[in-house]
């Protein structure tokens, strides 16, 4: 697998979403959101997506140039139409919006209607977490789960995710679908036409299944039965019944639909640490509970008990220094799309090989 500086990513996929529309500054957020998932192992949510993202906009299936409007506001909350824009620029502006709100009250939330599939929840999370802040956010997305007991795709695999500020080097990032697995990675191995373990999918008749083209036809299952299936439900409330966005089956599928808009929605719920006690203080008592944590008793045959973050802010500091690594189907996309955009691919100028 070949691999390629973070700048040159960026670089790449700035000028592709100029190409299709976006303003230099919106293509930058863009670019940054993406490459920001690659560079901390989460390919699913990286340049991998960028194909789609562009196709959509080429079809009119998401507004380049969309401007995030205000519906609602009051001291500490925003109601906001992302108006079928680039769900990650939308999001980028929606936290921006919140940061200060919430140095204010302590305490700052948002809905978010008329978005897209926007990433990694993560990402919004750890930039929350630079601000000494901690952010609680889920999104609903395509139907793709199916309720425990039943089989018709009813809601989207519905993540949850927050981040949490550390003295350690990276911050606590919990991000984590309700369902038994991320749905992206399903997408990752009926594109390299490799099965999936039982337990991930239920095939279009409602039987378990080890093909990933089944299991995109089917519904993923929830993680842990019937808890999977509340909590999916909940993020379902929060994201698109509170924020007056598309609910379930009435998402469009990002990849299926290419004859209308998802009208996904978001909610953010932004807390400022310095509202609760001073920052410090936190931090010392979170890295306290890590190195508890860190320091009990390992089962046979672990080496380290990991906190979650830990893992992908290593994977990161792997890939800053060797390169980030990008797969042959995603290399032809953006090949593809260069040529399809007229602009120039320039990755094969600092590329670095295994």
Same mark, same amino acid.
């Given at each position: 697998?070949?691999?390629?500086?973070?700048?040159q990513?960026?670089?790449?996929?700035?000028?592709?979403?100029?190409?299709?529309? *976006?303003?230099?500054?919106?293509?930058?957020?863009?670019?940054?959101?993406?490459?920001?998932?690659?560079?901390?192992?989460?390919? /699913?949510?990286?340049l991998?997506?960028?194909a789609?993202?562009?196709? =959509? *906009?080429?079809?009119?299936?998401i507004?380049?140039?969309?401007?995030?409007?205000?519906?609602?506001? =009051?001291?500490?909350?925003?109601?906001?139409d992302?108006?079928?824009?680039v769900?990650?620029?939308?999001?980028?502006?929606?936290?921006?919006?919140?940061?200060?709100?919430?140095?204010?009250?302590?305490?700052?939330?948002?809905?978010?209607?008329?978005?897209?599939?926007?990433?990694?929840?993560?990402?919004?999370? &750890? =930039?929350?977490?630079?601000?000494?802040?901690?952010?609680?956010?889920?999104?609903?997305?395509e139907?793709?789960?199916?309720?425990?007991?039943?089989?018709?795709?009813?809601?989207?695999?519905?993540? %949850?995710?927050?981040?949490?500020?550390?003295?350690? $080097?990276?911050? %606590?990032k919990?991000?984590?679908?309700?369902?038994? %697995?991320?749905?992206?990675?399903?997408?990752?191995?009926?594109?390299?036409?490799?099965?999936?373990?039982?337990?991930?999918?239920?095939?279009?008749?409602?039987?378990?299944?080890t093909?990933?083209?089944?299991?995109?036809?089917?519904?993923?299952?929830? *993680?842990a $039965?019937?808890?999977?299936?509340?909590?999916?439900? *909940?993020?379902?409330?929060?994201?698109?019944?509170?924020?007056?966005?598309?609910?379930?089956?009435?998402? $469009?599928?990002?990849?299926?639909n290419?004859?209308?808009?998802?009208?996904?929605?978001?909610?953010?719920?932004l807390?400022? %640490?310095?509202?609760f006690?001073?920052?410090?203080?936190?931090?010392?008592?979170?890295?306290?509970?890590?190195?508890?944590?860190?320091?009990?008793?390992?089962?046979?045959?672990?080496?380290?008990?990991?906190?979650?973050g830990?893992r992908?802010?290593?994977?990161?500091?792997? &890939? /800053?220094?060797?390169?980030?690594?990008?797969?042959?189907?995603?290399?032809?996309?953006?090949e593809?799309?260069?040529?399809?955009?007229?602009?120039?691919?320039?990755l094969?100028?600092?590329?670095?090989?295994?």
């Amino acid at each position: 697998m070949n691999r390629y500086s973070k700048e040159q990513l960026e670089a790449l996929t700035k000028s592709l979403s100029q190409a299709a529309g *976006m303003s230099a500054d919106d293509a930058h957020l863009f670019a940054e959101a993406l490459v920001d998932a690659d560079i901390h192992g989460v390919s /699913t949510h990286g340049l991998s997506r960028l194909a789609i993202y562009l196709r =959509r *906009m080429e079809l009119g299936l998401i507004d380049p140039k969309a401007t995030l409007h205000v519906e609602r506001q =009051r001291a500490a909350t925003l109601a906001l139409d992302a108006a079928n824009g680039v769900g990650h620029v939308q999001a980028v502006k929606a936290l921006d919006m919140l940061i200060p709100m919430a140095k204010h009250n302590g305490i700052a939330s948002a809905t978010i209607r008329n978005s897209q599939h926007f990433g990694a929840l993560s990402y919004y999370c &750890n =930039r929350a977490a630079a601000h000494d802040c901690i952010l609680i956010a889920t999104t609903n997305c395509e139907p793709a789960m199916s309720p425990t007991g039943g089989s018709d795709a009813s809601f989207g695999t519905n993540p %949850i995710a927050a981040s949490f500020p550390t003295g350690k $080097g990276f911050p %606590i990032k919990i991000d984590l679908s309700t369902s038994a %697995i991320a749905r992206g990675n399903i997408i990752a191995a009926s594109k390299k036409n490799q099965p999936i373990p039982l337990g991930w999918a239920l095939d279009p008749g409602g039987e378990p299944t080890t093909d990933a083209q089944e299991a995109l036809l089917g519904t993923v299952l929830t *993680m842990a $039965g019937h808890k999977g299936y509340a909590l999916a439900l *909940m993020v379902e409330v929060l994201s698109g019944v509170l924020s007056g966005s598309a609910i379930g089956s009435e998402i $469009g599928s990002m990849y299926k639909n290419l004859d209308r808009k998802q009208d996904v929605g978001h909610f953010f719920c932004l807390l400022d %640490i310095d509202a609760f006690m001073d920052r410090d203080e936190f931090i010392r008592r979170i890295d306290s509970t890590i190195d508890t944590l860190k320091a009990g008793r390992k089962l046979s045959g672990v080496d380290e008990i990991l906190v979650p973050g830990e893992r992908s802010a290593r994977k990161a500091a792997e &890939n /800053t220094r060797l390169g980030i690594p990008i797969g042959p189907e995603v290399l032809k996309e953006l090949e593809d799309w260069c040529s399809r955009l007229n602009v120039t691919f320039t990755l094969n100028q600092e590329q670095v090989t295994n």
